[in-house]
């Protein structure tokens, strides 16, 4: 399956999502595709309401929740901080299972 999310306000398409996909999956892949080293967070919008997903929460299994509302879900990637590459456990790097990211034009 696939997600499509809001970067900097272009739309993108996660694709190679399965029910097990978390959210930290969506997030590393994305984060991947910009080139752009930092913290996100992954926020589903519906209507006038923001919720910021945790990092083990999985996207479509979200989705599968919210029913006929499902359809009217916005996800957005959002920055929230540098990279903690300052750290040395920080080096621990870890391949997105998620192998395709298109831009939506």
């Not at 994305?30 to 919720?51: K, N």
């Not at 009217?72 to 997105?96: M, W």
């Amino acid at each position: 399956m696939e997600l499509k999310v809001w970067v900097d306000g272009v739309v993108r398409v996660v694709c190679g999502l399965s029910q097990e996909t978390s959210c930290q999956d969506v997030v590393i892949a994305l984060a991947q595709a910009i080139g752009q080293t930092g913290r996100y967070v992954l926020i589903q919008r519906l209507r006038d309401t923001e919720r910021q997903l945790l990092a083990t929460e999985r996207p479509l299994e979200s989705l599968a929740k919210l029913g006929q509302h499902g359809n009217e879900v916005q996800f957005f990637l959002r920055r929230t901080g540098p990279s903690s590459s300052d750290g040395p456990s920080s080096k621990q790097e870890r391949q997105s299972p998620l192998p395709l990211i298109e831009n939506m034009h």
